[in-house]
């Protein structure tokens, strides 16, 4: 027979925002969303990217108020290609294609 501990185990919250402390963190963690192709995974990130860099700064910058950005990158927002493209800039990003591979 086999017993089971009841200790409780406690988990902090995960934030992705913290982890991206670098550029090349970030870069690398856009390149996996947009390797997966999943339009809410890519909103998410650039929520996330957008947290760590600070919501607050950036809304200004995008001459939106914080929670219409919140809003606008949460998984199922709808940003403009225009307000995407500004945050990229402002980030000091660009997006690349590349064909598949077949």
């Not at 991206?20 to 929520?47: C, H, M, Q, W």
């Not at 919501?55 to 290609?81: C, H, V």
């Amino acid at each position: 027979m086999t017993t089971v501990a009841s200790e409780k185990v406690t988990f902090a919250k995960w934030d992705s925002a913290e982890a991206l402390t670098t550029k090349e963190r970030v870069i690398a963690y856009l390149e996996v969303a947009l390797e997966e192709n999943d339009p809410e995974f890519l909103l998410s990130a650039l929520g996330d990217i957008a947290r760590s860099k600070g919501m607050t700064q950036l809304a200004r910058e995008l001459n939106i108020d914080r929670k219409g950005l919140y809003k606008s990158l949460a998984p199922d927002g709808n940003p403009s290609f225009k307000t995407v493209f500004k945050l990229l800039d402002l980030l000091g990003m660009r997006i690349r294609l590349e064909q598949k591979s077949a």
